[in-house]
């Protein structure tokens, strides 16, 4: 067990934010080449960074085993890297790497859920080991082929000829951290990492900072002394070292007089020369983009996490600069609050507009100034609305990358489709989709795709599978396919299993096909003989219909027999608005959403039927359907009782239909969905057909029909 | 207040030494109200608010001493009629009747009581330890009491019972 260092609490956030993105990163640099099994020298360069990165600042949080881990992964890489033309198989490395991101990951979490607390502190000696392993077995490789040298003869032959073509004398740095940010060694350190590949010669000055602590003090008074001279291209070096991480400004202290007048003539003269050395040329450091970070008080974790995010990304794109102003982090709990101000403002508005005491004035400059600020809080409705959607491909990704561990697994040989990731949704679904959408995944792989090939064969099928993941916008709804062309579900089977387990609820021959299928959703279902490390507990199914119906959303089945599976979740674009139909039962005002509404109407009381046991039941268009009324659902006091006083609405969910009896209709209204209180989420109210409620515009309260539950 | 300080208080009542037993320091300050003749007390590090009956809209399968939820300024709260909590005749109510909001680790309620009465010190010398009763109905509610004027006495409810207990 181990405990965070003191002090280092409040750069945990920074901490977990820069390396999970890094982690990601990785993972899909590694997707990416892994098909064509060899790396581009970017891509290297692009892991050679990341693992860098990590390895520092795990160091600096005092993470020793994760940077412990990263520093062989990295000695791994460095051996690649110095021998691009030798080493040609390099399969063995990812699922390597693979597993150092997995216990990154999976320490990393150990971490997160124990802040403040102790945490386990994993063993990662096993993989260290791995590490080495594979470092020697590359380096015995590239010695052998390579000239009798050894790696790192190699390596400075190579990065000297380079040098001497792009001509370049020694120049001299002298670099200062931004005030207060801690670690100054270290982060020395990683500068000195960052630019060390573009360098024929580098000398630093203090030398110890990797190991020596005490080497910050001196940074601070005098700065990080950088004596260099570049492979071929001076300005990306400064630039570099301009762009790096807490780095406040630097000064050139000796070099050229040549240098040609690019960006640093241009750019504006230093404030602050904090000691006169023997000076030539200083500038400040960033131009515009970091100047509002400097600026700004506020949240400087995130916005940290985010200058370093920004920072990767100024290293690989050219544009690097703009891209730090146009993004920023915002915590998701200040989203929220805008957003429940904003649905707060929407209902005040009502209010004002729709005051009793304005009936029957004629107000012809009120309606108007009335109309022009509907229109704006609509506007900042969506506006609020836009900010939270997220792309689903954050989740999609991570689709990519279960595919490929069990096609390695299984060894099923699978095709990954992904469609339509950049279609966006609220954060708050897209995370709550990410459970489901990686059982499903999992499930098509394992179930769904036909373990023998030779299966696929017989039936006519492509010898490699086809997994897709698809996404649509479709009227407010987003729909997610998760598809295989696999043996598909075979309905007999699930029958059976169905009828042991006593899962049915009616006679087997009044079981639809359809409805078959959808029984493996029920919660004990599974149908897979195996339990397998992938799937196959029975939990799950009934998980993921639970996590989908969680935010609004349904999921269906739908199979065919030796010809592949289709799950499709439908799910609302947001949660917190929907578009409501007020209806009266007694004194009380419910809110029935629209999109399950198919029809209003009046009955006569010849077109009512009764079945044997006296429930009411009405005949639409050929149709039977059972009649619910709401006073007698919820114990509500109300004269109007005669079918033919009030109103039926048709509504409709997972495939089931029922009208319901209402005293009348009041109306359309766009409402803000509000959860019950928490004091009352002991007792069973959701469950019986109530989904939470919202304030109208009078102030009073109505409550929301939940469809789902009030049939189920 | 902690049911510790209470003990302390009590015990300085009861012991020998007179310095302890004059101690009649304040400890914190109670809000007072009615329900028919007897005077309740919540503490106030509890209570958010005090708001007249408005409409309460009605909410089904729960137990009848919740009479339903209001809208707060926004704030979506269960109203809770004490006099059916706590076994008394339904009254109906009044000029006078009032909900006091209460806000215990971030449950948010309102209860409903005949009228509020007044918010005084809570001192030393005036606490008494709530009766022990086998009889659990009738004073669980109770956390201590506080002696007055006249031979009166003011029950103060425990707030965490009153939010937490469990409906069987």
């Given at each position: 067990?181990?405990?965070?260092?003191?002090?280092?609490?409040?750069?945990?956030?920074?901490?977990?934010?820069?390396?999970?993105?890094?982690?990601?990163?990785?993972?899909?640099?590694?997707?990416?080449?892994?098909?064509?099994?060899?790396?581009?020298?970017?891509?290297?360069?692009?892991?050679?960074?990341?693992?860098?990165?990590?390895?520092?600042?795990?160091?600096?949080?005092?993470?020793?085993?994760?940077?412990?881990?990263?520093?062989?992964?990295?000695?791994?890489?460095?051996?690649?890297?110095?021998?691009?033309?030798?080493?040609?198989?390099?399969?063995?490395?990812?699922?390597?790497?693979?597993?150092?991101?997995?216990?990154?990951?999976?320490?990393?979490?150990?971490?997160?859920?124990?802040?403040?607390?102790?945490?386990?502190?994993?063993?990662?000696?096993?993989?260290?080991?791995?590490?080495?392993?594979?470092?020697?077995?590359?380096?015995?490789?590239?010695?052998?082929?390579?000239?009798?040298?050894?790696?790192?003869?190699?390596?400075?032959?190579?990065?000297?000829?380079?040098?001497?073509?792009?001509?370049?004398?020694?120049?001299?740095?002298?670099?200062?951290?931004?005030?207060?940010?801690?670690?100054?060694?270290?982060?020395?350190?990683?500068?000195?990492?960052?630019?060390?590949?573009?360098?024929?010669?580098?000398?630093?000055?203090?030398?110890?900072?990797?190991?020596?602590?005490?080497?910050?003090?001196?940074?601070?008074?005098?700065?990080?002394?950088?004596?260099?001279?570049?492979?071929?291209?001076?300005?990306?070096?400064?630039?570099?070292?301009?762009?790096?991480?807490?780095?406040?400004?630097?000064?050139?202290?000796?070099?050229?007089?040549?240098?040609?007048?690019?960006?640093?003539?241009?750019?504006?003269?230093?404030?602050?020369?904090?000691?006169?050395?023997?000076?030539?040329?200083?500038?400040?450091?960033?131009?515009?983009?970091?100047?509002?970070?400097?600026?700004?008080?506020?949240?400087?974790?995130?916005?940290?996490?985010?200058?370093?995010?920004?920072?990767?990304?100024?290293?690989?794109?050219?544009?690097?600069?703009?891209?730090k102003q146009s993004l920023i982090s915002v915590n998701l709990a200040k989203l929220d609050a805008l957003h429940d101000i904003?649905?707060?403002?929407?209902?005040?508005?009502?209010?004002?507009?729709?005051?009793?005491?304005?009936?029957?004035?004629?107000?012809?400059?009120?309606?108007k100034a009335a109309r022009d600020l509907k229109k704006l809080t609509s506007e900042l409705q969506d506006t609020v609305m836009?900010?939270?959607?997220?792309?689903?491909?954050?989740?999609?990704?991570?689709?990519?990358?279960?595919?490929?561990?069990?096609?390695?697994?299984?060894?099923?040989?699978?095709?990954?489709?992904?469609?339509?990731?950049?279609?966006?949704?609220?954060?708050?679904?897209?995370?709550?989709?990410?459970?489901?959408?990686?059982?499903?995944?999992?499930?098509?792989?394992?179930?769904?795709?036909?373990?023998?090939?030779?299966?696929?064969?017989?039936?006519?099928?492509?010898?490699?599978?086809?997994?897709?993941?698809?996404?649509?916008?479709?009227?407010?709804?987003?729909?997610?396919?998760?598809?295989?062309?696999?043996?598909?579900?075979?309905?007999?089977?699930?029958?059976?299993?169905?009828?042991?387990?006593?899962?049915?609820?009616?006679?087997?021959?009044?079981?639809?096909?359809?409805?078959?299928?959808?029984?493996?959703?029920?919660?004990?279902?599974?149908?897979?003989?195996?339990?397998?490390?992938?799937?196959?507990?029975?939990?799950?199914?009934?998980?993921?219909?639970?996590?989908?119906?969680?935010?609004?959303?349904?999921?269906?089945?739908?199979?065919?027999?030796?010809?592949?599976?289709?799950?499709?979740?439908?799910?609302?674009?947001?949660?917190?608005?929907?578009?409501?139909?007020?209806?009266?039962?007694?004194?009380?005002?419910?809110?029935?959403?629209?999109?399950?509404?198919?029809?209003?109407?009046?009955?006569?009381?010849?077109?009512?039927?009764?079945?044997?046991?006296?429930?009411?039941?009405?005949?639409?268009?050929?149709?039977?359907?059972?009649?619910?009324?709401?006073?007698?659902?919820?114990?509500?006091?109300?004269?109007?009782?005669?079918?033919?006083?009030?109103?039926?609405?048709?509504?409709?969910?997972?495939?089931?239909?029922?009208?319901?009896?209402?005293?009348?209709?009041?109306?359309?209204?766009?409402?803000?969905?509000?959860?019950?209180?928490?004091?009352?989420?002991?007792?069973?109210?959701?469950?019986?057909?109530?989904?939470?409620?919202?304030?109208?515009?009078?102030?009073?309260?109505?409550?929301?029909?939940?469809?789902?539950?009030?049939?189920? | 207040?902690?049911?510790?300080?209470?003990?302390?208080?009590?015990?300085?009542?009861?012991?020998?030494?007179?310095?302890?037993?004059?101690?009649?320091?304040?400890?914190?300050?109670?809000?007072?109200?009615?329900?028919?003749?007897?005077?309740?007390?919540?503490?106030?590090?509890?209570?958010?608010?005090?708001?007249?009956?408005?409409?309460?809209?009605?909410?089904?399968?729960?137990?009848?001493?919740?009479?339903?939820?209001?809208?707060?300024?926004?704030?979506?709260?269960?109203?809770?009629?004490?006099?059916?909590?706590?076994?008394?005749?339904?009254?109906?109510?009044?000029?006078?009747?009032?909900?006091?909001?209460?806000?215990?680790?971030?449950?948010?309620?309102?209860?409903?009581?005949?009228?509020?009465?007044?918010?005084?010190?809570?001192?030393?010398?005036?606490?008494s330890a709530a009766p022990e009763n086998k009889n659990v109905n009738t004073n669980d509610f109770i956390q201590y009491m506080?002696?007055?004027?006249?031979?009166?006495?003011?029950?103060?409810?425990?707030?965490?019972?009153?939010?937490?207990?469990?409906?069987?």
């Open positions: 067990m181990a405990k965070i260092e003191p002090g280092m609490e409040a750069m945990l956030d920074m901490y977990f934010f820069e390396t999970n993105s890094l982690l990601e990163q990785l993972d899909e640099i590694l997707l990416r080449t892994e098909q064509a099994n060899a790396f581009e020298s970017d891509d290297i360069k692009e892991i050679f960074r990341i693992m860098h990165t990590i390895k520092g600042s795990s160091a600096m949080m005092g993470f020793d085993n994760l940077s412990v881990l990263a520093h062989k992964a990295e000695d791994m890489f460095f051996v690649i890297r110095e021998n691009p033309d030798v080493i040609t198989d390099v399969s063995f490395v990812y699922d390597l790497v693979f597993q150092v991101s997995d216990s990154y990951k999976a320490q990393i979490e150990a971490i997160q859920n124990n802040i403040g607390g102790e945490y386990e502190q994993m063993d990662f000696d096993e993989l260290t080991s791995k590490l080495i392993k594979a470092r020697d077995k590359l380096n015995s490789e590239a010695s052998g082929d390579a000239a009798p040298a050894d790696t790192e003869a190699a390596s400075a032959a190579s990065s000297t000829a380079p040098a001497a073509a792009g001509g370049s004398d020694k120049i001299s740095v002298r670099v200062f951290f931004e005030e207060g940010c801690q670690m100054e060694n270290l982060r020395a350190f990683l500068l000195i990492n960052t630019i060390r590949e573009e360098c024929s010669f580098l000398e630093f000055s203090p030398a110890d900072v990797e190991t020596n602590a005490e080497s910050s003090k001196e940074i601070v008074d005098h700065g990080f002394l950088i004596t260099f001279s570049a492979n071929d291209d001076r300005d990306y070096i400064l630039k570099q070292i301009e762009t790096a991480l807490n780095v406040q400004s630097y000064e050139v202290v000796s070099g050229d007089e040549a240098k040609p007048a690019g960006t640093e003539a241009a750019a504006p003269k230093a404030e602050i020369p904090p000691e006169p050395v023997k000076e030539i040329k200083t500038e400040k450091t960033s131009p515009a983009p970091k100047a509002p970070e400097k600026s700004k008080p506020t949240d400087q974790s995130i916005e940290k996490a985010q200058a370093a995010v920004a920072n990767a990304n100024a290293q690989q794109a050219a544009s690097g600069g703009a891209q904003v649905g707060e403002i929407i209902t005040t508005e009502s209010m004002v507009i729709s005051n009793p005491d304005l009936e029957g004035l004629e107000l012809e400059s009120f309606t836009s900010i939270r959607m997220v792309p689903l491909a954050g989740v999609f990704q991570k689709m990519n990358r279960i595919v490929r561990d069990m096609r390695k697994k299984l060894n099923k040989d699978v095709e990954f489709v992904m469609e339509g990731e950049d279609i966006e949704a609220d954060k708050s679904i897209v995370d709550s989709l990410q459970d489901p959408i990686m059982h499903l995944v999992r499930n098509c792989m394992d179930h769904g795709i036909e373990d023998d090939v030779q299966d696929r064969i017989y039936a006519g099928k492509p010898e490699k599978g086809t997994l897709r993941l698809s996404a649509q916008n479709s009227s407010g709804e987003v729909i997610i396919t998760i598809s295989d062309d696999g043996a598909g579900i075979d309905p007999d089977k699930i029958m059976d299993k169905a009828k042991r387990m006593n899962l049915l609820t009616k006679p087997e021959s009044e079981y639809s096909e359809k409805e078959i299928q959808n029984l493996i959703l029920l919660p004990g279902f599974s149908t897979n003989e195996q339990v397998t490390e992938f799937s196959g507990r029975g939990v799950g199914m009934d998980v993921v219909k639970a996590n989908v119906e969680k935010c609004n959303g349904t999921i269906i089945v739908d199979s065919k027999k030796g010809v592949g599976t289709n799950f499709i979740i439908k799910i609302p674009l947001t949660l917190a608005i929907i578009d409501g139909m007020e209806i009266t039962v007694g004194d009380l005002v419910f809110t029935v959403p629209i999109s399950t509404i198919h029809e209003s109407f009046k009955v006569e009381p010849e077109q009512i039927l009764r079945d044997t046991s006296g429930n009411e039941m009405i005949m639409i268009r050929g149709v039977c359907y059972p009649i619910l009324r709401m006073h007698e659902k919820f114990g509500i006091d109300t004269e109007i009782t005669d079918l033919q006083d009030g109103i039926l609405l048709l509504v409709e969910s997972n495939n089931k239909s029922v009208c319901i009896f209402a005293d009348k209709l009041i109306g359309e209204q766009q409402v803000v969905v509000k959860p019950f209180p928490k004091y009352l989420s002991r007792y069973n109210i959701k469950s019986e057909g109530l989904s939470g409620c919202t304030i109208m515009g009078d102030g009073s309260i109505s409550l929301i029909i939940d469809t789902n539950t009030l049939i189920g | 207040m902690t049911n510790d300080v209470i003990k302390e208080a009590v015990a300085k009542q009861q012991s020998g030494d007179r310095k302890l037993a004059a101690d009649n320091s304040i400890l914190g300050k109670v809000m007072t109200f009615n329900i028919g003749e007897q005077v309740y007390g919540i503490e106030i590090q509890y209570i958010t608010e005090i708001i007249g009956v408005s409409h309460i809209t009605k909410v089904p399968h729960v137990p009848n001493y919740i009479k339903g939820i209001i809208n707060v300024r926004s704030k979506v709260v269960p109203i809770i009629d004490i006099r059916i909590r706590f076994g008394k005749p339904e009254i109906p109510y009044t000029n006078h009747t009032c909900i006091i909001t209460l806000d215990f680790n971030d449950i948010a309620v309102g209860i409903i009581v005949d009228s509020v009465a007044d918010v005084e010190d809570i001192h030393t010398g005036d606490i506080i002696r007055g004027e006249n031979d009166t006495t003011k029950l103060i409810l425990d707030v965490a019972k009153l939010l937490d207990e469990q409906e069987a």
